[in-house]
């Protein structure tokens, strides 16, 4: 637990100091939502029904650019074989990166929201539980995210690999975000939300375990 | 077997990188107290030696035990060529990381003395990008030092330091060892290794192929240089 | 661990399996005739409905591969044994062979009967998502050149794709249930059953026989990859005389 305390304040103090970097992204991001407002043309009608699901598309995209940049730092100097060296368990060096991924992706997820909403006008009356709906996401992509990173970190190729293997497994994860975000926006008269998000739910409860168990596998050498 | 327990013993250990052989068969021993110099050409084996010996590297046979135990990562530490730092982040929040991680007192009060034992105590606050290479090498020094463990493993202790630096590394290696501690350095500076270590090791092609009193080493370490001077010529 | 030393190839397991091959050939060759010529052409789809005696069983056995894929990365991260190596990287590449073959049975079938190459059936999607996922990792085994990591990394991505393959099935099911109702299989006279089992059994025997022979030849090139030490040069024992 204090391992996984410190790999945390570790992970934070580096993504606060890489700000540029998080920026950056957060920026591609937006313009990734205004490009994806151009491929369906000026149609509001449209573009209002299709919002949350650019959202997610946006932050899908971005998050690779998130996870793949936590472990250059990490590959580096060898960091995290230095770690492991200290006599860390694997399980809290992924536990302390994927908890700082999930709170890295959900501030980027809450800054593209408001993008989101002055491209694409949808109603504000769920945003409250779209939020909710941004912290169980970026949970799901965060974990299988941080171990394929750190999977892909260490081939050749890692900038095709890490989208190529992560995202055939993160579609539950899209489906029912992109669900219970157009529910939440757009009127959801027989509460269906909620089963989505009980789903991202259930694929946080499979992966948060799984990937921590595995992660020792793909970092040791 | 001695009353004292090897610091570090390993047998027969093996490691492959894909279809070449880092290293063949090879045995060592040290007791606490002990400096052993491994010696040998460039791709001889060393580096690799010291990170399975480390516990960085899983060898593909044989075994490494520590003080009587099976080696566990995070009781020898190693110096490598990898400084294991973050560039982002200032040698002192670096090292404040790393004793968090050991679960020491990462207090400023607590870090600096480290940093000032490796000559760093002024550089403290600055980012590792503005380090040199010798300075990184000195921090790696400082959070090696701070693991306490009982095994030190130094990978071209030398490299990249300043003569000053090699007078500190040096006296470190005299002071770990009269703190017990065993030390294991890998060099091609034999004639300087020679003069404070107490044993040797020469690897070529991974396997060992002599080991010694430190104080034969050159000489042994010229032959090796003769024959495979001889082996291309013949 | 003892995980240097490859297993060999073993001619048994050709000769096995050149036999199964044999079988399953023979299996299919009556169970396509059965399909195409004896069985009663089906009430509403008519002629086109054929396909299924292929296509059932190629889904079945798609899914059987990774299965077995999958308990090979489980068997081969806990026992280091090269063979469950083999055996994955033959599994993952049939199932990935068996789950395009699906997907473009899928397809055919999909243009006469409801008008479209593609319908986001559950069954469909998720056999297309799970398809790319073991491609994914079928590109993850060949730009790792290290045996030992490529083996450990693709058995981890091994382990989590196929623990995904329920969630995304269950998650395209609710998905699609919200556009339109979902096809029920109908029930499926006897004289269907004939070829389609004939099919299935004979799928599986050719299954079982290209997997064996691709792990043979995996294992082949591990032997390679894994060759023992090289013996030591005279230069090493003149140095190491004394």
């Not at chain 1, 060096?93 to 908890?99: D, N, R, S, W």
């Not at chain 2, 940093?115 to 590792?128: I, T």
């Not at chain 3, 990287?89 to 009967?113: D, F, H, N, R, Y």
Request: with cysteine.
């Amino acid at each position: 637990m204090r391992a996984v305390a410190a790999a945390f304040y570790k992970d934070l103090l580096l993504g606060w100091r890489g700000r540029a970097q998080g920026m950056a992204v957060a920026v591609f991001g937006a313009t990734l939502l205004l490009l994806l407002s151009f491929a369906v043309g000026p149609n509001a009608q449209m573009l209002r029904q299709l919002g949350g699901g650019f959202l997610w598309v946006a932050l899908l995209f971005s998050s690779t650019l998130a996870l793949t940049e936590s472990f250059r730092l990490e590959r580096e100097n060898r960091a995290i074989e230095g770690m492991l060296l200290l006599g860390v368990h694997p399980a809290a060096i992924f536990y302390g990166k994927a908890l700082a991924n999930w709170l890295q992706l959900f501030v980027l997820g809450l800054l593209l929201l408001p993008v989101m909403v002055v491209l694409y006008d949808p109603s504000l009356d769920g945003i409250g539980g779209v939020i909710g709906v941004l912290a169980l996401g970026t949970a799901g992509l965060s974990a299988p995210g941080t171990l394929h990173a750190g999977l892909s970190s260490q081939t050749r190729a890692q900038q095709v690999l890490l989208p190529l293997l992560l995202f055939p497994l993160v579609v539950p994860v899209l489906i029912a975000a992109v669900r219970a975000t157009s529910l939440l926006l757009l009127g959801d008269p027989m509460g269906q939300a909620r089963s989505w998000a009980l789903l991202l739910l259930a694929f946080d409860g499979v992966f948060w375990p799984l990937c921590g168990l595995l992660f020792g596998h793909v970092i040791e050498e | 077997m001695n009353e004292t327990k090897a610091a570090i013993e390993a047998r027969g250990l093996c490691k492959r990188y894909g279809r070449t052989w880092a290293l063949v068969d090879v045995d060592l021993c040290i007791r606490p107290g002990e400096a052993l110099v491994v010696a040998g050409r460039n791709g001889s084996g060393k580096s690799t030696l010291l990170r399975v010996l480390a516990g960085s590297l899983r060898p593909d046979r044989g075994e490494v035990r520590l003080l009587g135990t099976s080696l566990r990562r995070g009781r020898a530490a190693l110096v490598g060529h990898a400084s294991f730092t973050y560039d982002l982040l200032t040698g002192m929040e670096n090292l404040r990381i790393a004793a968090r991680l050991l679960g020491r007192p990462s207090g400023p009060e607590e870090i600096q003395p480290f940093l000032d034992r490796v000559g760093l105590g002024a550089r403290g606050a600055d980012r590792v990008q503005a380090y040199s290479a010798g300075m990184r090498k000195r921090l790696t020094l400082a959070r090696a030092l701070m693991q306490d463990a009982p095994v030190l493993l130094l990978d071209e202790p030398y490299g990249q330091l300043d003569p000053p630096g090699f007078g500190l590394i040096d006296r470190l290696v005299d002071e770990l060892r009269a703190e017990g501690r065993a030390v294991v350095l890998a060099s091609h500076q034999v004639e300087r290794l020679s003069r404070i270590c107490d044993r040797a090791l020469l690897l070529d092609a991974g396997r060992a192929v002599w080991s010694g009193p430190a104080s034969e080493l050159p000489f042994a370490f010229q032959r090796l240089e003769e024959a495979s001077i001889r082996a291309v010529a013949g | 661990m003892e995980i240097a030393s490859a297993p060999p190839v073993s001619p048994r397991a050709v000769r096995g399996a050149l036999v199964a091959l044999g079988v399953g050939i023979l299996l299919l060759t009556v169970g396509w005739y059965q399909g195409l010529f004896v069985a009663p052409p089906e009430h509403y789809m008519g002629e086109v409905q054929r396909i299924m005696y292929v296509h059932v069983p190629t889904a079945w056995h798609a899914l059987l591969a990774l299965s077995f894929a999958f308990l090979s990365a489980l068997a081969f991260l806990w026992k280091n044994d090269w063979r469950w190596d083999a055996r994955l990287e033959a599994a993952v590449e049939m199932g990935v062979l068996l789950s395009i073959l699906c997907c473009v049975q899928g397809a055919i079938w999909g243009k006469p009967t409801w008008g479209v190459w593609w319908d986001w059936d559950p069954r469909l999607t998720a056999m297309a998502v799970m398809l790319v996922a073991f491609l994914g990792i079928l590109a993850l085994r060949h730009l790792v050149d290290d045996p030992r990591k490529r083996a450990v990394w693709s058995s981890v991505a091994t382990v989590i794709s196929y623990a995904n393959v329920p969630i995304v099935y269950f998650s395209v099911r609710w998905w699609n249930s919200l556009h339109q109702v979902q096809s029920t299989p109908k029930t499926v006279d006897s004289a269907m059953v004939t070829p389609l089992r004939i099919n299935a059994f004979g799928m599986l025997f050719v299954l079982i026989a290209f997997v064996t022979l691709r792990s043979q030849i995996a294992r082949r090139r591990l032997a390679a990859e894994l060759a023992p030490p090289p013996a030591a040069s005279t230069a090493l024992a003149a140095g190491g005389e004394r």
